[in-house]
């Protein structure tokens, strides 16, 4: 991986994906002692960062793989943007959800042209379905994580907040996979490698480190669904693992309750819709989990999609 995958993939997607804002928030400031600023994601097509990644990864498909039709495993957000980006393409796209997956995200994967199997409840079963279909099928898997296309385009995020913000000191990115974080961390330490690039995980499933203190990929012995719940992996992908252990500075673990704050005072004070999975760097900050003061740091918000009914009972 390198910052020219970017670069490149910053020119696929142009036209096709927001250039989303970032806002300083006050409230997050005062309360975490950092300049605080929230790329917001959510407000990019399909509701979340993944259209990046997914549409640069099916334009790089050949028109023979294009013929055959994609397949991955998604909880959703990656779902509903690689439906969206093979439709613009006239690209077939079948997406495997878990089965308690929200029916906000199955309608929108159906309604972005996808074909939806329910199946499982982690990461790794629906993977695994999913790769049933491309041995059976013929289909083409576009990895959610593991993929240097997928990778490459998430990085296009550190490009748009380096331009917006060229004094940001921090930058944070959840880390579900491994995907986004490899991105952002790929992109902003190759441009300025004093920037500091943190990934933040749910406490009750810290896939990344527990790949990291073993030095390889390893899955979790112990595993407990988060509310954040487009944060499901119990392994990180190699390309992800690798990429991490050469950009990423240090990974932060927030706890439950600490995630629900976050979202909760997001919608309250800063006015934004977010689901609990980009509400993880923000949580980390306002927890004072950064390990310094006085920062410019960016939390990156990787999207909004979420029931209203569901968040409503995440935050009583």
Not at 173 to 182: D, E, K, M, N, R
Request: hydrophobic share 40%; glycine share 10%.
């Amino acid at each position: 991986m390198m910052l020219k995958d970017s670069l490149q993939a910053r020119e696929r997607i142009r036209g096709v994906t927001h250039y989303t804002p970032l806002m300083y928030s006050k409230t997050l400031s005062e309360m975490s002692g950092n300049e605080v600023y929230l790329k917001c994601e959510n407000f990019q097509k399909t509701g979340s960062f993944k259209i990046r990644g997914a549409y640069n990864a099916v334009s790089h498909l050949s028109d023979e793989q294009k013929a055959r039709g994609v397949v991955t495993g998604s909880s959703g957000n990656h779902g509903q943007a690689l439906a969206y980006a093979a439709s613009l393409q006239g690209v077939r796209c079948v997406v495997v959800m878990p089965e308690d997956a929200s029916l906000a995200k199955i309608a929108a994967c159906k309604g972005y042209g996808g074909e939806v199997l329910l199946h499982g409840v982690t990461s790794e079963a629906r993977l695994d379905r999913a790769q049933e279909l491309v041995e059976n099928e013929g289909l083409i898997m576009v990895h959610p994580f593991d993929n240097p296309h997928i990778i490459a385009g998430q990085g296009t995020i550190s490009l748009e907040i380096m331009e917006q913000l060229p004094g940001v000191e921090y930058i944070l990115a959840p880390v579900g996979g491994g995907g986004l974080l490899s991105g952002v961390a790929m992109a902003a330490k190759e441009v300025c490698p004093s920037l500091k690039v943190l990934g933040v995980e749910p406490a009750v499933g810290p896939r990344l480190r527990y790949s990291w203190d073993r030095g390889t990929v390893s899955e979790l012995e112990r595993w407990s669904p988060s509310v954040a719940d487009g944060l499901r992996a119990r392994r990180p992908g190699k390309l992800p693992f690798e990429v991490t252990r050469k950009y990423v500075d240090d990974l932060i673990q927030v706890e439950e309750q600490e995630i629900i704050d976050a979202t909760k005072l997001i919608m309250e004070r800063v006015k934004l819709v977010v689901e609990p999975s980009g509400a993880v760097t923000a949580a980390a900050v306002l927890a004072r989990k950064l390990g310094a003061q006085g920062q410019n740091v960016v939390c990156v918000v990787s999207g909004g999609n979420v029931e209203l009914a569901k968040l409503a009972k995440i935050i009583g």
